[in-house]
């Protein structure tokens, strides 16, 4: 990203940190939450599992009696939704049992087929969002001369943590500078199997790019770099046995190592514990060089945290009319029915919690925070977890990881929109009408895209 290393950091302006309910909202069970502070965290040795908050608790029941009013067919109905939602409850308190996410999701993205470009471009029910990352989209490089990791004029070596099936193996070879290596690891093995064949496919086309970028390089071709394809769990075992990690540098201080650290769409899967996040980092950090850039997208905390609480004051709105003998409204629940959790989303994507969330949508302990996400043609009801953003921030200064920028997609849009590169990009690739016109995405792709925030850390 920039050359200009010590420039403040944007910090988006609702911070999980400072969100509170007044108090009379608040859960009772929730009462005199502590602030976060994640630099109480435990240090990086002392190593505990952080009880995941989400584990599905008993289901309450409504008032009894209600049901009275119902015609048989209507509690069949009830009681045949309810088994549904235990059965998916139990299924999913069952992958939290250790490794067992790790295989949920590595089944998934191994199933996910590759259709490649054309497809995503004329097809996809999500183009307008298949277009956003696919070309060189680097926001705020070009502020800086577009030096993606303080090393002007060298060739970056770059290590891709999570890289599927090589989404963005045409993005590094049009990237500002030169790539000279590209190691991409992921858990996925079929996933690694297609990132490698689309890298083979790109070596015998020439490694040319299709161009869109800006010709910053007088037009010519540039040459494919080298690149090295691993199945590996990130989160879970040091990347220090893997040849090539070990031969460009790993350590605390190594001799080497890579110029940035990508992690695309792909962190959120650590948190579910403090050692997943922790080992992580250590990987993370250990695998670049001083100086070198941590880059990703990962889901907005304060995204999440907003829904939540609007969810959780609804509810306790409901609850106080429930009290003062109120007629229940449409959308109540009757008797047998499973208690409401936090859920939301469009056509093209959604959120759901599978039990309690925390009244003032501030995430804490900061691990564990599952819910299953929903993308069209991308992501099918995976296990996620919540990365709480301070928190996260704070973790990595542990791991000697300054911040460097922070900005959701709906900030970047916004501030990139009309740059002299990414403006004209961002026609070409039909996100926007030509000659600075309105946006071609739909507001049902906004809001997924706007549910997500790129950062960028370097290592001090
Ligand atoms: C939404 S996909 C993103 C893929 C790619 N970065 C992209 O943007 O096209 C998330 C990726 O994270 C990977 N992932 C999940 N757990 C991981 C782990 N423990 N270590 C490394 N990668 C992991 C998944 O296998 C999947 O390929």
Known sequence: ??????????????????RRAPAD??????????PF???KLQPAKKRQRSRSPSDPAPRKQKRPGRGARMTQAQIDEIKHRQAEREREAAALAAQTARGAINDVVRQHYNAVPERGRDWRKKDSNIKGLQVLPDEDHTPGAHEHGRDLAGVAGKDLLVLDIGCGKGGDLGKWQQAPQNVALYVGLDPAEISIEQAHDRYR?????????????GGHRGGRPPRLYDAFFHVKDCFGSSLGDIDVIQKVGFGPSPQ??????SMMFCMHYAFESEEKARRMLE??????????????CIPNSDIIGERVTEFNERMAAKKASAATGEPPSSDDKEEGEAEETAEWGNEMYRVRFPGKTPADGVFRPPFGWKYSFFLSEAVEEVPEYVVPWPAFRALAEDYNLELQYHQSFKEIWETEKDDRILGPLSERMGVRERGGGPLLVSPEEMEVANFYLAFCFYKV
């Open 256 to 261: 080497g190592g890579f110029d940035i650290v």
């Open 283 to 296: 990987n993370v950090s250990n695998s670049l060089k001083k100086g070198g850039r941590f880059l990703g």
């Open 37 to 39: 502070d994640a630099r």
């Open 201 to 213: 496919n790109m070596s015998s086309r020439g490694g040319g790019g299709r161009g869109g970028r």
């Open 1 to 18: 990203m920039g050359s200009d290393e010590r420039s403040p950091a944007r910090e988006s302006s609702s911070s999980n940190n400072t």
């Open 25 to 34: 909202e608040r859960d009772n069970d929730d009462a005199q939450p502590e």
